[in-house]
C-alpha cells in the first residue's frame, strides 16, 4: 500500500445534483496556485489538513458504497486545486472500484497534470473564472498560465459528455458581455456542458 499522503481538509457526504450524476462525497484537498479575491474556501484553505494514506482516506469514504454503486455517483474532488494530487488519486483509484472519480479544477497547472488527471477521472467540473488575461490575473492574483491551452487539450481529447465549465460573473471584476465570451469561445472549442451563473460574495 502506498505511503503517499492526501492534505485533507474537510469531507461533505451525500451530496446530490451538485457534483454530477449520483450521490457524492466533496473530497477537499489544501493546496492551490491561486488567490481567488471572492475564494469561497479561504477559511477552509488557512486550517492545517490532516495528512491521510489512500487506505485511510478509503476506510472515511467507504460507508457510501452502496450509494455510490446505487446511483453511479463516487468522490467528487475539491479544495483547492484538486489536480495537485495526481500520485495519491493513481493510489487511491484501485480501491474505489465502481465509483465516479471527478475532479473540480481551475486547470491553472501544467499540462502534463491535466493529461494525468484524464487517465484518472471520470469527469472534470471546471471553473474557468474568466477567458480574459487581465481580468484573470486582477481576479486570482495570477497569470492565466496553460488555461487555454489545458482546455484544448480536453476539448480534443476527453469525452465531451464529461466536461462541465463553469462560467461565472464575477462581480466587480467581469461583465454579461465577458461571460457571453467566454461561453461562445467554449462552445467553439467544443465544450457541451457551460453553466453561466454569478458568484455569491460571502465573508471569508
Ligand atoms: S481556485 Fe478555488 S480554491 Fe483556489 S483560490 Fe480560487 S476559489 Fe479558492
Not at 479575491?37 to 469514504?61: D, G
Not at 480536453?154 to 461571460?179: C, K, M, T, W
Request: proline residues 7%; hydrophobic residues 40%; contains cysteine.
Amino acid at each position: 500500500m502506498s505511503e503517499l499522503k492526501y492534505p485533507l481538509l474537510a469531507l461533505s457526504r451525500h451530496r446530490m445534483e451538485v457534483d454530477g450524476e449520483g450521490v457524492t462525497t466533496l473530497v477537499a484537498g489544501a493546496g492551490c496556485p491561486l488567490s481567488c479575491a471572492y475564494c469561497i474556501n479561504k477559511s477552509l484553505l488557512r486550517q492545517a489538513p490532516s495528512f491521510v494514506t489512500a487506505a485511510e482516506l478509503y476506510e472515511k469514504v467507504r460507508i457510501d458504497d452502496l450509494y455510490f454503486q446505487a446511483t453511479g455517483g463516487g468522490l467528487c474532488f475539491g479544495g483547492g486545486e484538486s489536480l495537485l494530487h495526481a500520485d495519491f488519486y493513481e493510489a487511491l483509484r484501485p480501491l474505489c472500484s465502481g465509483w465516479r472519480f471527478t475532479a473540480e479544477t481551475s486547470l491553472n497547472v501544467s499540462p502534463e497534470a491535466v493529461r494525468r488527471a484524464a487517465e484518472i477521472f471520470d469527469a472534470f467540473i471546471i471553473d474557468v473564472k474568466t477567458l480574459d488575461p487581465a481580468i484573470y490575473e486582477r481576479y486570482t492574483g495570477k497569470p492565466q498560465g496553460p488555461v487555454k491551452e489545458n482546455l484544448s487539450w480536453l476539448a480534443a481529447n476527453f469525452e465531451p459528455s464529461r466536461l462541465h465549465v463553469r462560467v461565472p460573473l464575477i462581480p466587480g471584476y467581469n461583465s454579461e458581455a465577458d461571460q457571453a465570451r467566454n461561453e461562445a469561445v467554449l462552445r467553439e472549442m467544443g465544450f457541451p456542458h457551460i453553466e453561466r451563473f454569478p458568484y455569491v460574495i460571502r465573508p471569508s
